[in-house]
C-alpha cells in the first residue's frame, strides 16, 4: 500500500529500541513539525477550500500525538530535548518543483507530506511489530494506522486538486527520490527517519 521503493534498513529497530528515549524526543518533534506543516498548508492555500476542511482534523489529531509522545516520555524519565535538524525532511524539501499553478505547489507539498507519513507508517509498524515494550508496541501500532490514513489523504487530496495522471507520475519521482535519500542517510540511533 505504501509503495515505498526502499525499506527502512533492518538494523533500525534495534538501534531504536536500544535508544528508544532518544527516539521519542526526535517522535514528538516529527509530530509537532507534521501539525505544523498542515497548519502551513491551510494558511498558505486558504483559496482551497479542501485543503481547510481535510487538514483541520489532521492538526489535532498529529497536535493528539505529540501529547500522547510526552506523556510517554515523562513516564520513561526522558524529557523534551532541543529539536534536531530533520536531514531527511530537508532533502525532501530539495525535491519541490517550484513555480507552476497555485495547484501545482499545492500538490508538490501534499506528496512530500504523503510520503513522510509513508515512511513513518512503515517505522511505527517496524517498532510495533518488534519492540519490548508493549505499551510502546500499542501506541505505535495506533499511530500505524493513524499515518496510513493521512498518508492516503495527501495523496487522494493531491489528485483531487490537480490532474490526477501528473500527480501519479510526480508520485513515482517521489518515491524513487526519496529511495535516493533513504539510502544516502546513515542509521541513526536518535533519529525516527
Not at 526502499?6 to 529500541?17: S, Y
Not at 526526535?26 to 506543516?37: G, L, M, P
Not at 482534523?57 to 500525538?65: L, N, R, S
Request: charged residues 25%; hydrophobic residues 40%.
Amino acid at each position: 500500500m505504501l509503495h515505498l521503493q526502499l525499506p527502512t534498513d533492518p538494523r533500525w529497530v534495534g538501534i531504536a529500541e536500544m535508544n528508544i528515549g532518544e527516539i521519542l524526543i526526535d517522535h514528538a518533534y516529527c509530530e509537532q513539525k507534521a501539525a505544523s506543516s498542515c497548519i502551513s498548508l491551510i494558511v498558505n492555500f486558504y483559496d482551497f477550500q479542501e485543503v481547510a476542511e481535510l487538514l483541520t482534523p489532521v492538526v489535532a489529531e498529529e497536535w493528539g500525538h505529540f501529547e500522547r509522545v510526552l506523556f510517554h516520555l515523562n513516564k520513561r524519565g526522558y524529557v523534551l530535548a532541543k529539536p534536531r535538524k530533520d536531514e531527511y525532511v530537508i532533502k525532501l524539501n530539495e525535491f519541490i518543483k517550484k513555480g507552476g499553478s497555485r495547484a501545482q505547489q499545492l500538490s508538490e507539498h501534499l506528496l512530500m507530506n504523503a510520503l513522510i507519513e509513508a515512511r513513518s507508517c512503515e517505522r511505527f509498524k517496524l517498532l510495533s511489530n518488534h519492540i519490548q515494550d508493549e505499551e510502546l508496541r500499542k501506541f505505535y501500532y495506533e499511530l500505524m494506522i493513524s499515518e496510513a490514513g493521512h498518508y492516503v489523504n495527501f495523496i487522494e487530496l493531491a489528485r483531487k486538486i490537480n490532474d490526477k495522471n501528473v500527480v501519479n507520475a510526480r508520485w513515482q519521482e517521489w518515491l524513487a527520490y526519496e529511495a535516493q535519500v533513504i539510502s544516502s542517510l546513515e542509521v541513526r540511533a536518535d533519529r525516527m527517519h
